[in-house]
């Protein structure tokens, strides 16, 4: 049984920053690429980083030079930092990550992001 928990999400003003964190935990044989998604109220649910375990990072459009993912495989953890939030990023940000020599997929629970305007 594999856990990804997420915490980090909170409200915030417009500029503000926010840094989510998701562990992973339990049956773990190796954990490949993670990342992050978001689902605003009404809309589908997006990408927003990823990152494999050797580092290699993608961006949404979005996003890009405003949020920084990284991880660190140690703690089997990977963190989003987020910069000049706007009132567009408010979402459920949820955890990925493909796990294992078959690449299972796992989600976290979500956690929510608001910015004020």
């Known amino acids: 049984q594999v856990q990804l928990v997420e915490s980090g999400g909170g409200l915030v003003q417009t500029g503000g920053s926010l840094r989510l964190s998701c562990a992973a935990s339990?049956?773990?044989?190796?954990?490949?690429?993670m990342g992050w998604y978001r689902q605003a109220p009404g809309k589908q649910r997006e990408l927003v980083a990823t990152i494999t375990r050797s580092g290699s990072t993608y961006y949404a459009d979005s996003v890009k030079g405003r949020f920084t993912i990284s991880r660190d495989n140690a703690k089997s953890t990977v963190y989003l930092q987020m910069n000049s939030l706007e009132p567009e990023d408010t979402a459920v940000y949820y955890c990925n990550a493909l796990i294992g020599t078959m690449w299972q997929n796992y989600w976290g629970q979500g956690t929510q992001v608001t910015v004020s305007s």
């Open positions: 339990g049956s773990i044989s190796s954990i490949n690429t």
